[in-house]
């Protein structure tokens, strides 16, 4: 069966500063992976996605992830947090192939101090 | 292009109650998802239509929840009688084609007191 697990449920940070939400997935097959985001009062919004090629996948709003297949990682990055960065951060494993269902983490929130 | 539309954006209902939350996905999205997170725990998925059949259901928690998709294009999930656990966010999703690509709603925010 397939889980996600986001180490850090809070995240701070200084605004400008490196952003790293963590994430390992469980699969047994080559995953497809993604980060979302959800905002104050908004829907859950696709950051970005790895299905397969390259493994450092580049989202919406300088966000960065790379797939480690070694590892079972798919951190989330950004090089220089911005106040509105200020969200909830989930990152989900599906199979793919076989189904569009999604497995999600338990989320991490980040906050952006000025 | 409007996006997933869900209604109510909150509910606030006693026990044994019953509430019906509406999901309208993108016009022409074939596939349509609920999810739900329960408070501080993951976003757990409830079942998928494709069309207006139930491709999955296996994470429906139990039958008080009845979920209908009637001619294709809106969904319900209609929840009786309502228990405390059924507290919690519940999202819908809509995606054309394979590999849901986020076209997630806004949620309803259920409360059952």
């Known amino acids: 069966a397939q889980s996600v697990t986001q180490l850090g449920s809070h995240v701070s940070v200084s605004e400008g500063a490196l952003v790293l939400l963590r994430c390992n997935y469980s699969s047994s097959v080559p995953p497809y992976l993604f980060w979302y985001v959800q905002y104050p009062n908004q829907g859950l919004q696709l950051l970005l996605k790895y299905t397969t090629g390259a493994t450092l996948v580049k989202g919406i709003n300088g966000f960065e992830a790379e797939f480690k297949k070694s590892e079972t990682s798919f951190h989330l990055t950004k090089p220089s947090a911005h106040m509105s960065d200020a969200a909830e951060y989930f990152c989900?494993?599906?199979?793919?192939?076989?189904?569009?269902?999604?497995?999600f983490g338990t989320g991490t929130r980040l906050q952006v101090f000025p | 292009e409007a996006g997933v539309t869900q209604f109510p954006s909150h509910s606030v209902i006693e026990k044994g109650q019953t509430v019906t939350l509406r999901c309208d996905p993108i016009s022409g999205h074939d596939n349509l998802y609920w999810y739900r997170r329960v408070m501080g725990k993951e976003i757990k998925f409830l079942l998928h239509?494709?069309?207006?059949?139930?491709?999955?259901e296996s994470g429906m928690p139990n039958n008080r929840f009845l979920a209908e998709r009637t001619g294709g294009t809106y969904s319900t999930l209609k929840v009786q009688p309502a228990e405390l656990e059924d507290s919690g966010v519940y999202f819908c999703?809509?995606?054309?084609?394979?590999?849901?690509?986020?076209?997630f709603g806004s949620g309803t925010r259920l409360t059952v007191v």
């Open positions: 239509f494709v069309k207006e059949s139930k491709q999955d």
């Open positions: 999703a809509s995606s054309q084609g394979t590999a849901l690509t986020g076209a």
């Open positions: 989900a494993v599906s199979d793919g192939e076989n189904t569009d269902k999604l497995i």
